[in-house]
């Protein structure tokens, strides 16, 4: 893990965040989680 920097990390936390989800309708959850926190 030493070989692994912080940006390829959040590179990778990006992806994950940004690809549609099925088990979320096909919405990214970043998007899911911007909505719920304006809701509350």
């Known amino acids: 893990?030493?070989?692994v920097t912080d940006d390829d990390i959040q590179f990778a936390q990006s992806r994950i965040n940004?690809?549609?989800k099925k088990c979320l309708?096909?919405?990214q959850p970043a998007v899911i989680f911007k909505e719920m926190a304006m809701a509350a």
């Open 1 to 3: 893990m030493r070989t």
């Open 18 to 20: 940004n690809r549609p």
């Open 25 to 27: 309708g096909f919405k």
